[in-house]
Nanobody
Framework: QVQLVESGGGLVQAGGSLRLSCAASGRTFSTYAMGWFRQAPGKEREFVAVVSWGGASIFYADSVKGRFTISRDNSKNTMYLQMDSLKPEDTAVYYC???????????????????WGQGTQVTVSS
């Protein structure tokens, strides 16, 4: 079992930056693919980014490519999402996710992930 705890959310002005962290419990963290989803009010959960267990494969949603950077530190059981050039449309609850199996073409689907955190709110003001 893996428990995921997000932190780093908050209120920021458009154009600003935030860094989200996801701390994972369990000794198998380094074998899991890790990622981020987000959900804005009244909208479905949306894929943001994912990184494979060793960091060799990284994928981003088109809406965040070039502005967000996902990374992980397996020695600290922690994953990060550096968010720059934030826009009001980035406002959402951000969820950390983990997948036990290797990444496949379904990585952008919520059902591809085995564990979810509780989420952290990110609000970008215009």
């Amino acid at each position: 079992q893996v428990q995921l705890v997000e932190s780093g959310g908050g209120l920021v002005q458009a154009g600003g930056s935030l860094r989200l962290s996801c701390a994972a419990s369990g000794r198998t963290f380094s074998t899991y693919a890790m990622g981020w989803f987000r959900q804005a009010p009244g909208k479905e959960r949306e894929f943001v980014a994912v990184v494979s267990w060793g960091g060799a494969s990284i994928f981003y949603a088109d809406s965040v490519k070039g502005r967000f950077t996902i990374s992980r530190d397996n020695s600290k059981n922690t994953m990060y999402l550096q968010m720059d050039s934030l826009k009001p449309e980035d406002t959402a609850v951000y969820y950390c996710v983990a997948r036990k199996r290797p990444l496949t073409g379904t990585y952008s689907l919520p059902e591809a992930y085995d564990y979810w955190g509780q989420g952290t709110q990110v609000t970008v003001s215009s």
